[in-house]
């Protein structure tokens, strides 16, 4: 049961929140949300670590090992992003958060850091895979049968339709 809360991006499993002061919602979501980075910045120094001792680990096995992390927590990074958005109609007739019934959705002051740092999270989520579609592309212009990566934009427009938006912008 540990590896599939690993793979949903459960921080609870890892036990970080004895290492902050307090257990707060807020706090346990930005860390949710850091699980991926902090996994492209291991890559990041992986890499540097094995070009210091002269090991050859070229720069396209890191993207590729980027491109295998984010297709296998994909649909676990979107549903993490999109949480806060998801809210329920509880028995005392008020909405509550479906990942934390605790926190009233739209009226606490918790709920409105969760969508602050959802919105900032969902930009940069489509930003990355926008990255990742024009290194395709430039990959692509010098092997052609590279792909284009064009199912990036598309899924990050089916992740914004999903959420119930009608405006899906990105970069």
Known sequence: MAAMSVLVINVDVFRVTCLVVDDNPVTKFALQLMVYPMF???LGVVWVIARKINRQLHLNT???LI???LLGFFISLTLTVLSPFQCMRSPCDFLSEVSNPVIAC??????????VISI???LLFCVHLNLDRRRRSHIASRAPTASTGLAA???CLIALDRSGTT???YI
């Open 120 to 122: 900032v999270g969902a």
């Open 67 to 69: 491109g295998m992390l």
């Open 167 to 169: 405006t899906g912008w």
């Open 62 to 64: 890191i993207f590729n």
């Open 153 to 155: 934009t598309a899924s």
């Open 40 to 42: 492209l910045f291991v």
């Open 106 to 115: 739209w009226t606490s002051g918790d709920h409105t850091s969760l969508i």
